[in-house]
């Protein structure tokens, strides 16, 4: 039942030009909230809420042509790409490519902020199941009230 009820999700960057949507009963690959560096300082925030999903379920409906991307990761390690609205610089979706069992699974990597919905985007199924990179984190963790596992 939970299943019919299911529908792709929308989403899109500060202006709004760029709309994204995700398909209906994807789950999400990861999610969680990353400390590191690269990711605080790409996004201008203590903390960073990402979901990555299996790039075959993720695309840009609207405003393409707006994307543009930088990274500043070795693009030999996971080929990682931040893309980005240019017309209001708001981040819109990583791409990367992860490997499982020796073989690359290509993800693309977004953020329940810019869900259209605020109900899907804090649901459980787009909650955060971990904090990763805790060791770089820029915020005292202890003041986070969560049972959250710590990597
Ligand atoms: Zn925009
Ligand atoms: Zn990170």
Not at 13 to 24: K, L, N, P
Not at 61 to 78: F, H
Request: overall charge positive.
């Amino acid at each position: 039942m939970e299943n019919a009820k299911q529908k792709d999700i929308y989403g899109r960057c500060y202006c709004g030009s760029v709309r994204f949507s995700i398909a209906a009963g994807t789950k999400p690959h990861w999610a969680g909230y990353c400390h590191c560096k690269d990711c605080r300082q790409a996004n201008a925030a203590p903390l960073y809420q990402y979901i990555y999903v299996k790039k075959q379920y993720f695309q840009i409906i609207e405003g393409k042509q707006l994307l543009r991307w930088y990274t500043r990761a070795d693009p030999n390690i996971n080929n990682l790409k931040r893309f980005f609205c240019e017309r209001c610089g708001s981040k819109v979706f990583n791409s990367v490519t992860a490997k499982k069992a020796d073989r690359d699974v290509e993800l693309c990597g977004t953020f329940p902020s810019l869900f259209d919905d605020p109900v899907i985007a804090t649901s459980a199924t787009w909650s955060p199941r971990m904090h990763v990179h805790s060791d770089q984190s820029f915020m005292d963790l202890s003041l986070l009230q969560d049972d959250l596992p710590r990597h």
